[in-house]
């Protein structure tokens, strides 16, 4: 891919765009692999795949503190690498074996990490929503200044209990960022087709609650509004909407042959738009590193995500006992109980 030079004076260290870098370029081989491991039949179910959305996660991380938390849909890996789970765990859960975050039982769509203040990708679309503002009252309950990144999509936006959740958060003054992830065609429909309204955050003015569009696609853009949203948020000002326009390179899921679009389309974002060049380009031309320097990060990234995927392909299956554990009851009705 051709080096761009980028006009704009980015707002950040040198080292801050190293980590940038690392971080985006972590979360794109990983995917690459997860679709490897996906064709090979290691990956089962469903597996939805995160490449060229890269800057909004790792944006967002950027400006977080230890404790605030997030919650996404299924298009998650990307959010857990971001906050800082393990390759190799996360790998083991898509692989559905013991050493995932969810003992190899919940797979791409449902992992957690306590530690981590994950709270999940979650199947039913938008239903993350309402469980993200849940995560901000408890904070606020306790009064401990911490924020939740509630994360979902453009076709998500169109859900009922998106509003339920909006109006529920601006009456309370909730502590909660609600990041649309607009990739432009939901899970196959592009946006000018299914909704009615061209800008999204604006869904959010019925209810007093404030908000912008973002280039999803530039990590400093990213980083910049989050730290102005999470700033409202902690001061106690109430909820804030960040619509961050980014795009997907692959299909909805490994299933979808994104006939919805052109090649064409795909090739041009990914030859002017790409949110890992971008950052690539500011540091050769910052002088912040040099072909080498790069060159060294991209294979020290290739070994970590060979590593978690040897992990866990060698990750036993989930012992059959493992059925009744993290469940909510322990023990299980006799046959015709009541």
């Given at each position: 891919?051709v080096?761009?030079?980028?006009?704009?004076?980015?707002?950040?260290?040198?080292?801050e765009?190293?980590?940038?870098?690392?971080?985006m370029?972590l979360?794109?081989?990983?995917?690459e692999?997860?679709?490897?491991?996906?064709?090979?039949?290691?990956?089962?179910?469903?597996?939805?795949?995160?490449?060229?959305?890269?800057?909004?996660?790792?944006?967002?991380?950027?400006?977080?503190?230890d404790?605030?938390?997030?919650v996404?849909?299924y298009?998650?890996h990307?959010?857990?690498?971001?906050?800082g789970?393990?390759?190799?765990?996360?790998?083991?859960?898509?692989?559905g074996?013991e050493?995932g975050?969810?003992?190899?039982?919940?797979?791409s769509?449902?992992?957690?990490?306590?530690?981590?203040?994950f709270y999940?990708?979650?199947?039913?679309?938008?239903?993350?929503?309402?469980?993200?503002a849940?995560?901000?009252?408890?904070?606020?309950?306790?009064?401990?200044?911490?924020?939740?990144?509630?994360?979902?999509?453009?076709?998500?936006?169109?859900?009922g209990?998106?509003?339920?959740?909006?109006?529920?958060?601006?009456?309370?003054?909730?502590?909660?960022?609600?990041?649309i992830?607009?990739?432009?065609?939901?899970?196959?429909?592009?946006?000018?087709?299914?909704?009615?309204?061209?800008d999204?955050?604006?869904r959010?003015?019925?209810?007093?609650?404030?908000g912008?569009?973002v280039?999803?696609?530039?990590v400093?853009?990213?980083?910049?509004?989050?730290?102005?949203?999470?700033?409202?948020?902690?001061?106690?000002k109430?909820?804030?909407?960040?619509?961050?326009?980014?795009?997907?390179?692959?299909g909805?899921?490994?299933?979808?042959?994104?006939k919805?679009?052109?090649?064409?389309?795909?090739q041009?974002?990914?030859?002017?738009?790409?949110?890992?060049?971008?950052?690539?380009?500011?540091?050769l031309?910052?002088?912040?590193?040099?072909?080498?320097?790069?060159?060294?990060?991209?294979?020290?990234?290739?070994?970590?995500?060979?590593?978690?995927a040897?992990?866990?392909?060698?990750?036993?299956e989930?012992?059959?006992?493992?059925?009744?554990?993290?469940?909510?009851?322990?023990?299980?009705p006799?046959?015709?109980?009541a």
């Amino acid at each position: 891919m051709v080096t761009r030079k980028s006009t704009k004076k980015p707002n950040v260290s040198a080292e801050e765009l190293k980590t940038f870098y690392r971080e985006m370029l972590l979360i794109r081989r990983f995917e690459e692999k997860a679709g490897q491991l996906y064709g090979m039949g290691l990956i089962g179910g469903f597996c939805h795949l995160y490449i060229g959305q890269e800057a909004v996660v790792v944006g967002l991380e950027s400006v977080t503190e230890d404790g605030d938390k997030r919650v996404t849909s299924y298009r998650d890996h990307g959010h857990m690498l971001a906050c800082g789970m393990s390759p190799d765990g996360v790998m083991a859960e898509l692989t559905g074996r013991e050493g995932g975050y969810s003992k190899g039982k919940g797979g791409s769509m449902h992992m957690f990490s306590k530690e981590k203040h994950f709270y999940g990708g979650h199947g039913i679309v938008g239903a993350q929503v309402p469980i993200g503002a849940g995560l901000a009252f408890a904070d606020k309950y306790r009064e401990n200044g911490r924020v939740t990144f509630t994360y979902f999509g453009d076709g998500a936006s169109n859900q009922g209990q998106v509003y339920e959740t909006f109006n529920m958060a601006a009456l309370w003054q909730l502590p909660v960022v609600f990041v649309i992830e607009n990739n432009q065609y939901a899970m196959g429909t592009a946006q000018q087709r299914s909704t009615s309204t061209p800008d999204l955050y604006t869904r959010g003015e019925a209810f007093g609650i404030p908000g912008e569009i973002v280039d999803g696609m530039n990590v400093v853009s990213v980083k910049e509004a989050g730290a102005k949203a999470i700033a409202h948020c902690r001061s106690g000002k109430g909820p804030y909407i960040l619509e961050v326009k980014t795009y997907r390179y692959r299909g909805h899921s490994m299933s979808d042959p994104a006939k919805y679009r052109t090649r064409e389309e795909v090739q041009k974002m990914r030859e002017e738009r790409d949110p890992i060049e971008q950052v690539r380009s500011m540091l050769l031309t910052g002088k912040h590193a040099s072909e080498d320097d790069l060159k060294a990060i991209d294979k020290e990234i290739k070994s970590v995500i060979n590593a978690s995927a040897e992990f866990a392909k060698d990750s036993p299956e989930p012992a059959p006992e493992e059925l009744w554990t993290d469940i909510y009851a322990e023990t299980v009705p006799q046959s015709g109980a009541a």
